[in-house]
């Protein structure tokens, strides 16, 4: 594995195990013109087709643009005060892998050119990577991926990923009768978006409900799933209720592949769902993204911050909504009513009240806060994740790559 080529240089880092969280910056002002690295990212995290990674390494690419610093010494604090900030604030363990690689890039350039001449070059390779070969990763891992799926064949996905997507668009190009199940992916959903692309190329396409994975598990012949970051044991961590999708293929013994770019490995080997990096701080920026998938991250890590970082705790108040259909059915067990207990009717969610409607009973935005957005999958689930550095990897080949990678 070592001999097998990364799309951006890396080099030695410190690990990110056993290390000291770094003091969190409330503002990213990373520059002597108060750059700020937060708002740089989340512009980028509009665009659609930039995964979170890629925004993080722009994002600190325009910070050396930004940079009043003279020295190599001096750039090389503005970008560990940026880094750090992009790691401290934001949920997604996608950042925290574009920054290790961009970390690891800017150590190994380090050069006998001029400082100027450095700079210019540091920016022109980042945005070359961001504009090129990056995109050329996805279109890579479509091309290996592309051969697992036999004509006729029927797919089990999970929300929403653009690799899986642009896989089956490229199956589908070649004239594969494929057909698709997607799971709703609650709560964001983003398993519709998944339906509404596959559906508008006229590829068959069926939403199933997140409970319904096991019903349906034994239609399909294999389970296609994107990730958000592959970590040193080769586990991934992607949307939650994919480690769940995972255990269902592995006891019904239908093949698990995911599809991940190099640039999403990340150096962090959790243990359990608890073992999850997750941010300490919140910004007043962190609410305002208009990205679906950011959106639902960025509330999950709000109640983080307040309420520690172990999500799905019993709560020691029921917390007060104003979901009207919640409180009204609360009203309702809580009336008197002259029957004794043993003879009185229960309350059924969604049967008739007195006025001759029926009740919708829907989670609170209290309740969907304390669960995760995402989860891990353990690699012994997977069979193989497909990548854009050659042949499928099984997870210990990922292992040794990054240990290669960060140890050459």
Known sequence: MAGVASPLSLSPAPSARGTSRP?????????????DVINAYKKAIEDDKVPHPIAAILALVELIEASTASTVTGLAQELTIGRKTLINTQPSLGVRAGC??????FALSMGGEDF????????SQGR??????????????????????????????HSYSRTVIQTILRAHKQHKRIRVYVTEARPGCLGMRTHQILTANGI???VVLDSAVAYVMERVDMVLVGSEAVVESGGLVSSVGTYQVALVAKSMQKPFYALAESYKFLRHYPLSQTDLPIPTTTTTSSSTNNNNNNDNENVNFNFRHLYGDIPLEFPTLIPISNNSNLNSFINQLSRPNSLTPQTRSP?????????NEKEKLEMTKEMIIINPIVDFTTPDLIDFIITDLG????????????????SS
């Open 23 to 35: 003091p969190a910056q409330t503002h990213a002002s990373s520059s002597g013109k108060g750059f």
């Open 100 to 105: 290790q690689l961009w970390e690891r890039f």
């Open 116 to 123: 100027p001449s450095y700079k210019r070059t540091l920016i």
């Open 128 to 157: 070359s990577f961001c504009a090129i070969t990056a995109p050329q990763c996805r279109e890579k891992i479509a091309d290996l991926a592309v051969s697992f799926l036999r004509d006729d064949c029927v797919i089990l996905t």
């Open 204 to 206: 068959p396409c069926t």
């Open 347 to 355: 309350i059924v969610p969604g049967t008739p009240n007195n006025n």
């Open 391 to 406: 042949s499928p990897l099984s997870p210990t080949s990922v292992s040794q790559y990054l240990v290669a990678q960060f």
